[in-house]
């Protein structure tokens, strides 16, 4: 294979020499093109536009659009697009992903792709992994497209329903990808057409592809509502389970997989425990008897939360409020919160004010929502490692995008240590080196909790230096605690010198230049003058300016005559993806650059995969104090730990994306109706037939056809006739009548019901019985979904156990997830035909309802349980929607009714068929 790939390239040099012929075309194109006015530059816009209504394909555009974006660019930001970006451009526009090495220039190349899907007017959608990114990108690369007289929209989080809506009728639209997944959800929650904010997916470019299509991917964006308080609840299980975990025979806990579950042992002693003070349910056979379900759960989720979450590595606590840790980017995710009561565990272990928990109300995964686009495309410095992945999943072929300037960086073998402390020790050294030496280093941690064990050791770290004894090395810190100082930290990280611990660099989105930053540099003084109260000339800016980028010259050249940035990874993640994003914040752009990652046989990807057999083969030779082994060999073996772990994460993602898909068509059909009947003005011939068929229904099941007469349930038949459509029906009378068939009962019924919606929408008006119609139908399919949701949500969980009577859960989930489908139609139609034939209407102004509560949910993608984050929706819903939500209008003290007991009312009726139905 080798042979053969010297003499014919591999397939990813064989697609990039066959897209080179494109570029050279739009070279030929750049003489002309500059030639053209500001003025002409922009009609070109229109000229592509007129073109395309002729016939004329995007891909006969793309030569003569990508010439034109460049020369804008050039005019607009002082820079031209290198050939090779010009290649991941048109890789992006054949829905591909361009793997470009760190500072290449990623943000540049969309600019060419995004303009030409943009021209046809069916928006173009550009996802960044958080908000500063994307209102940065928006505003930065929003000059070239405004200059070509195309508009631009940024989505961030806390915009009103006005201002998305705005946003995404622009041609271009950039913001996250919780954003546009949430936006998608709510607009299937409003109910007013014009209400939603987002106009279709057409064509969509994700930076950071692989952080947002593969880590986040493991779980799915749910909105929830608030469910009944039981803090105290809580409490009481956490303090119990705490006391239970003091003997380690009570549990078992399985690190590599997240997962621990009660012994034998532990689970007797807690029953024991939870008897004694009288939690369980009385004249219950044991802890684990169907009525003691939500104990159980809780003591579950109490025991996880004590013993699989950490506090500085998976959460922090701050001002009283647990924040969780994203593993990715060891940013916090503020507001984002674990679900099914993890959460709440959590903060009921850390002391912190106890949240209610929340009930699904829409979902949908990462997935499904990428790939509702007609054509998607993203970017990356790090996609080969999954490549197989985006293939299965997303149909996206993964290009390698040749570097502008052959990469100089030097890696080093890793160097592994039998214990963390000699680990530390070399660490310590390297650092001390560097930092004697002027050059800038870059430390990799994989928590908060070790990048802040490493800021101590360097504070009390001593060396000599010039013949003095120095305590301590200058250095700053960037985890989720200093995230405000982000964007400054990673600024000056290319000083001479400077020492820079970092957890995890991925999607930092702002480049480590050798030298320093100009422009943050710039943006520094300024904030420093106007602190002082004095105001900057633009002639005194720019001499600033002028006297910054000398200063950094000559910073440079002592940064690159030491050797670059140097990367020092301090441990192995999980995910090489991460590794490879760490040790591509150097060499960019052909500067000099070194790697080398220090790893113990105490680490944790070590210790759980190899940890034992590498120390006892360390021992075996003999290897000393201090001492490190190093060998190709034993990068490939980490390698393969790394592989294994990769592909138990694909399996989770793969596995949840197969049961979503079996929602996913349900979730579809039940969106796509909603919104057919949310844009409707005459609704009547549908409730008509609903009518029709609960009546079928009705006398089907009581009536069977081939039953004799003696058998029909003439008696259920009146009381479902008197409940379902108000009638008080003689129908034991008409079944007595001789020869009577069940059509002629039937046909009767149908004619008794006609009369009655026939009579009430003449009380009403026809008009307002439309609106009625509507009203009624769309919060009726909002709370069947919902139910619906939460009861797929039970059967996921339970579905799995299946498994031991030799039947595959994911069949079983499809056939039984159908059933409930066909559930759900039925009891729409039945609710709908009670609702409008039986409900009372009083007229009156509609009382304001606060818009509280409303949760966004993200799932943890370490664990794949939930994770939310907060929010309400956006204002200016209408009265309508905002009846719909889970903050009812029912009198104080009724929420906490349970669904299946009487309603407070006296109707005789459970309260979810009465005043629970309108919750």
Same mark, same amino acid.
């Given at each position: ?5 010297r ?7 064989r ?7 494109r /570029? ?16 002409q ?22 030569e003569?659009?990508f010439?034109v974006v460049r020369e ?11 050939d090779v970006?010009?290649?991941?451009g ?24 995004v ?8 928006? /173009? ?5 958080? *908000? ?16 070509l007289?195309? #508009? ?7 915009l009103s ?10 041609d ?19 109910y007013?057409?014009?209400e939603?904010?987002q ?6 470019i994700? *930076?950071e592809?692989d952080?947002i ?40 806990? *399985?690190e ?16 024991e425990? =939870? ?29 996880? $939360? ?17 924040i969780?840790i ?9 507001g984002?919160r =674990? ?7 959590i ?5 912190? &004010?106890?949240?209610?928990?929340n ?15 007609a054509?998607l495309?993203g970017m ?11 293939g299965?999943?997303?149909k ?17 073998? %890793? ?6 402390? !000699?680990?530390n ?18 430390v990799?941690? /994989?928590?908060i ?7 101590? +050791?360097?504070?009390a ?5 010039n ?6 090395i200058p &250095? ?7 995230? !405000?100082q ?5 600024a ?17 989105g ?11 540099r ?7 003058q106007?602190? =002082? ?6 002639e005194?800016?720019? $001499? ?10 000559? +910073? ?13 990874g301090?441990?192995? &993640?999980e #995910?090489?993806?991460? %590794? ?23 680490d944790d ?6 940890g ?47 049961y ?46 081939? @039953?004799y007469?003696e058998?029909?349930d003439?008696v ?8 379902? =459509? ?11 009548e001789?020869g009577?068939a ?12 006609? @009369?009655?919606?026939?009579e009430?929408?003449?009380?009403l008006g ?14 009726m ?6 139910e619906?949701?939460?009861? +797929? ?6 579905i ?15 056939? !039984? ?26 007229f ?7 818009l509280?509560?409303l949760?966004?949910?993200h799932?943890?993608?370490?664990t794949?349980?939930?994770?939310a984050?907060m929010? @309400?929706?956006?204002?200016g ?6 009846q ?29 068929h ?5 919750i």
């Open positions: 294979m080798s042979i053969f790939q003499f014919f390239g591999s397939s990813n040099d697609k990039v020499k066959a897209m080179a012929a /570029v050279a075309k739009i070279n030929a194109l750049e003489p002309a093109i500059h030639a053209l006015s500001d003025e530059l922009r009609g070109k816009t229109q000229e592509f536009r007129d073109r395309l209504g002729k016939g004329e394909t995007l891909d006969q555009l793309l003569e659009s010439a804008a660019a050039q005019r607009v930001l002082g820079q031209r697009h290198f970006q010009l290649v991941g048109i890789v992006l526009h054949e829905g591909g992903i361009s793997e470009m090495r760190t500072g290449e220039g990623k943000t540049l190349v969309a600019t060419a792709p303009y030409l899907n943009a021209l046809p007017g069916k928006g /173009v959608h550009v996802i960044t992994v958080n *908000d500063y990114l994307a209102q940065l990108h928006g505003d930065w690369m929003g000059q070239v497209y405004r200059f007289g195309l #508009s631009v929209g940024t989505i961030v989080h806390g329903q006005g201002q998305r809506k705005a946003a995404y009728e622009s271009i639209t950039y913001g996250t990808n919780n954003e546009f997944g949430f936006d998608y959800l709510r607009d299937n929650l409003v007013e057409a014009d939603m904010v106009r279709g997916h057409n064509f969509v994700v *930076d592809v952080s299509l593969i880590d986040e991917a493991r779980t799915p964006l749910i909105i929830s509502g608030p469910t009944e308080d039981r803090s105290e609840f809580y409490k009481t299980i956490d303090v119990l389970v705490k006391e239970l975990i003091k003997d380690p025979t009570t549990f078992d806990f *399985d590599k997989q997240r997962q621990v579950i009660l012994t034998e042992d532990g689970a007797e002693k807690i029953e425990i =939870l008897l004694a003070g009288g939690h369980l349910e009385e004249e219950t056979t044991g802890l684990y008897d169907a009525a003691n379900v939500s104990v159980v759960h809780h003591v579950n989720q109490a025991l996880r $939360a004590n013993v699989i979450y950490s506090r500085e590595k998976d959460y922090i606590v701050r001002d009283g409020e647990v969780l994203d593993e990715f980017t060891g940013r916090m995710m503020q984002r =674990l679900s099914e009561g993890l959460h709440q565990a903060e009921a272990k850390e002391g912190a &004010h106890i949240q209610p928990e009930q699904t109300l829409a979902s949908v995964t990462i997935q499904n929502y990428f790939r509702l686009y054509k495309s990356t410095g790090t996609a080969s490692t999954e490549a197989q992945e985006f299965d999943i997303y996206m072929d993964v290009m390698e995008i040749p570097t502008n300037r052959p990469v100089a960086r030097k890696d080093d073998d %890793d160097e592994v240590y039998r214990t963390a402390r !000699e680990k020790d070399a660490i310590l050294k390297q650092i001390e080196d560097c930092h004697t030496r002027g050059q800038p280093i870059l990799g941690t /994989v928590s909790e070790k990048s802040e064990q490493l800021s101590e +050791l360097l504070k770290h001593k060396f000599e230096h013949g003095k004894t120095i305590k301590g &250095h700053n810190v960037l985890n989720a605690r200093y995230h !405000e982000e964007a400054l930290i990673v000056d990280a290319g000083i001479p010198g400077a020492v820079t611990i970092a957890t995890n660099m991925a999607g930092r702002t480049d480590i230049q050798l030298g320093g930053n100009i422009d943050m710039v943006l520094k003084w300024q904030e420093e106007r602190g =002082l109260g004095i105001e900057v000339s633009p005194a800016a720019i $001499a600033r300016k002028a006297e910054i980028e000398a200063e950094i010259a000559g +910073l440079k050249e002592q940064a690159l005559a030491a050797g670059g940035l140097f990367v020092l301090t441990e192995r &993640h #995910s090489r993806r991460i %590794d490879n994003q760490l040790r591509g914040r150097t060499g960019r752009q052909g500067d000099p650059g070194h790697s080398k990652f220090f790893l113990s046989c105490e990807l070590l210790r759980i995969f190899a034992d057999r590498l120390d006892s083969i360390m021992r075996t030779f003999g290897v000393q104090e201090g001492e490190a082994i190093t060998h190709k060999w034993l990068n490939g073996a980490i390698a393969t730990a790394q592989k294994r772990v990769e592909q138990r994460n694909y399996e989770i993602r793969k596995n949840l994306l197969k979503d898909d079996v929602v996913n068509d349900q979730r579809k059909a039940v969106f796509e109706q909603r919104a057919e009947f949310m844009t409707a003005v005459d609704l009547s011939e549908i409730i008509g037939e609903m009518r029709q068929d609960t009546i079928e229904d009705l006398v089907e099941r009581h009536l069977p056809p081939k @039953a007469a058998q029909w003439v259920g038949l009146e009381e479902r006739a008197r409940e379902l =459509l108000g009638l008080d029906l003689p129908i034991a009378a008409w079944a007595a001789d009577i069940n059509e002629e009962i039937q046909e009767r019924l149908t004619k008794a019901a006609d @009369a009655r919606a026939a009430r929408e003449q009380m026809p008009d307002q019985m439309r609106t009625i119609e509507k009203s009624f139908l769309l919060q399919i909002d709370m069947q979904w919902r619906h949701l939460m009861h +797929l949500d039970h059967l996921r969980n339970v799995g156990l299946r498994g031991y009577g030799q039947r595959d859960p994911l069949n079983e989930y499809k056939t !039984e997830a159908f059933s409930l489908f066909e559930k759900l139609l039925v009891d729409l139609r039945q609710n709908v035909t009670r609702w409008l034939m039986t409900v009372e209407f009083q009156a102004e509609p009382e304001p309802m606060p509280t509560g949760t966004e949910v799932l943890d993608p370490l794949g349980e939930n994770a984050m929010g @309400a929706l956006p204002d819903l209408s009265t309508d929607q905002r719909a939500l889970p903050v009812s209008a029912l009198p104080d003290g009724w929420e906490q009714t349970g669904r299946n007991q009487p309603c407070p009312c006296g109707s005789g009726k459970k309260f979810k009465c005043h629970g139905a309108l």
